[in-house]
């Protein structure tokens, strides 16, 4: 299916605002539409997830919700490949904001009605991301292209960035997975954190940082230094298994 070459301007973007009291969603008001070129971003980004998901016995898809070290509090996910992008989004330090099923976007493309919710909604430091997750298997459907065609068309018509997502590498996806179960910052003392920033362990090994200070108990200081991996205080090489003989870099 061929796309339209141009957006219309009737394109309207629906979405439901959040009341918030102490900053906790209490209820959610009914929903509101605007023009698609119109609306402003920031009442884009305060929005309630357009469709929440059922769980029930025999479904296909594995639903959930993810506590986001971003956001400090939970984020919805459809699927483990929806759940595997939030994670990448909650590991990017350019991501300031993560909305999931952010919006319900209207037009007529092709001379029929069309609408779609994309998957997340991505503010980063380079500017808002639109994105939707499909697995490659089904990316190149003439109809799942045909929806995307016309939606990075409407994203992109706004200066935003739109982006298709599938499964990562596997070694990469588990290693950010790993370091996830350190994101929780409170969980940490904060001066054993200070003393591993402060200490000279850029280019030493995963196995050697571990090791760095003795007079602290080991279990303790490896959390605390797969914690700085997770902030990326420290990097290393995440498209191998992580070990350690993994080399540690400090951030720029």
Same mark, same amino acid.
């Given at each position: 299916?061929?796309?339209?070459?141009?957006?219309?301007?009737?394109?309207?973007?629906?979405?439901?605002?959040?009341?918030?009291?102490?900053?906790?969603?209490?209820?959610?008001?009914?929903?509101?539409?605007?023009?698609?070129?119109?609306?402003?971003?920031?009442?884009?980004?305060?929005?309630?997830?357009?469709?929440?998901?059922?769980?029930?016995?025999?479904?296909?898809?594995?639903?959930?919700?993810?506590?986001?070290?971003?956001?400090?509090?939970?984020?919805?996910?459809?699927?483990?490949?929806? /759940? &595997?992008? #939030?994670?990448? *989004? $909650?590991? =990017?330090?350019?991501?300031?904001?993560?909305?999931? !099923?952010?919006?319900?976007? +209207?037009?007529?493309?092709?001379?029929?009605?069309?609408?779609?919710?994309?998957?997340?909604?991505?503010?980063?430091?380079?500017?808002?991301?639109?994105?939707?997750?499909?697995?490659?298997?089904?990316?190149?459907?003439?109809?799942?292209?045909?929806?995307?065609?016309?939606?990075?068309?409407?994203?992109?018509?706004?200066?935003?960035?739109?982006?298709?997502?599938?499964?990562?590498?596997?070694?990469?996806?588990?290693?950010?997975?790993?370091?996830?179960?350190?994101?929780?910052?409170?969980?940490?003392?904060?001066?054993? /954190? &200070?003393? #591993?920033?402060? *200490? $000279?362990? =850029?280019?030493?090994?995963?196995?050697?940082?571990? !090791?760095?200070?003795?007079? +602290?108990?080991?279990?303790?200081?490896?959390?605390?230094?797969?914690?700085?991996?997770?902030?990326?205080?420290?990097?290393?090489?995440?498209?191998?298994?992580?070990?350690?003989?993994?080399?540690?870099?400090?951030?720029?």
């Amino acid at each position: 299916m061929a796309v339209a070459a141009d957006i219309p301007t009737s394109m309207t973007v629906s979405y439901r605002c959040a009341n918030s009291v102490s900053g906790k969603t209490s209820e959610v008001t009914p929903e509101r539409t605007e023009p698609w070129t119109l609306v402003g971003l920031d009442s884009v980004m305060s929005a309630s997830p357009w469709r929440t998901f059922r769980w029930h016995r025999g479904q296909r898809h594995y639903s959930g919700s993810f506590w986001s070290a971003t956001e400090r509090d939970l984020v919805i996910y459809e699927s483990r490949l929806e /759940l &595997a992008r #939030l994670l990448f *989004a $909650d590991f =990017d330090r350019s991501v300031q904001r993560i909305l999931a !099923q952010p919006f319900l976007l +209207r037009a007529e493309v092709a001379g029929a009605p069309r609408k779609h919710v994309p998957d997340y909604l991505l503010l980063t430091s380079t500017g808002p991301v639109v994105v939707d997750v499909k697995p490659k298997s089904r990316v190149t459907k003439p109809d799942n292209m045909f929806v995307f065609g016309w939606t990075r068309q409407a994203v992109e018509s706004r200066g935003w960035q739109y982006e298709m997502w599938s499964e990562p590498p596997h070694a990469e996806l588990e290693n950010v997975r790993f370091l996830a179960g350190y994101r929780r910052d409170w969980l940490f003392d904060h001066e054993l /954190l &200070a003393e #591993l920033r402060a *200490a $000279d362990l =850029d280019g030493t090994t995963l196995t050697a940082a571990c !090791q760095s200070l003795p007079d +602290r108990p080991r279990a303790i200081v490896r959390s605390a230094v797969l914690h700085l991996l997770w902030q990326q205080h420290f990097t290393a090489d995440l498209t191998h298994p992580l070990s350690g003989n993994h080399v540690l870099r400090k951030a720029v």
